[in-house]
Nanobody
Framework: QVQLVESGGGLVQPGGSLRLSCDVSGRIFRINALGWYRQPPGKQRELVALARNGGATTYAESVQGRFTISRDNDMRTVTLQMNSLRPDDTAVYYC???????????????WGQGTQVTVSS
């Protein structure tokens, strides 16, 4: 079992900043990628940012230049620094981890419980 625990959501005014964190634990041989997705009200879940092994990162075009994803040295914590927040960033944000429990096994998609981010004046 793999557990993802998120923290850091909340209410912020437009132009403000928030920092989301996610701790990953459990039976893990390898973490192939860590990232963040979000689901705005009435819409489908979408990629926000993804950090793969080797350092490659991917951002949604809408957050490029405003959000920054980072992983700590033990590779089991991922953070999302969100600056210049806009009302259309309002969503439930989900932590994501692609993991393997043993060598040469399938990669499993794991999700956190979600944390609400609301950008409003």
């Amino acid at each position: 079992q793999v557990q993802l625990v998120e923290s850091g959501g909340g209410l912020v005014q437009p132009g403000g900043s928030l920092r989301l964190s996610c701790d990953v634990s459990g039976r893990i041989f390898r973490i192939n990628a860590l990232g963040w997705y979000r689901q705005p009200p009435g819409k489908q879940r979408e990629l926000v940012a993804l950090a793969r092994n080797g350092g490659a990162t991917t951002y949604a075009e809408s957050v490029q230049g405003r959000f920054t994803i980072s992983r700590d040295n033990d590779m089991r914590t991922v953070t999302l620094q969100m600056n210049s927040l806009r009302p259309d960033d309002t969503a439930v944000y989900y932590c994501y981890a692609a993991t393997q429990s043993r060598a040469f096994t399938a990669v499993i998609d794991n999700w956190g419980q979600g944390t609400q981010v609301t950008v409003s004046s």
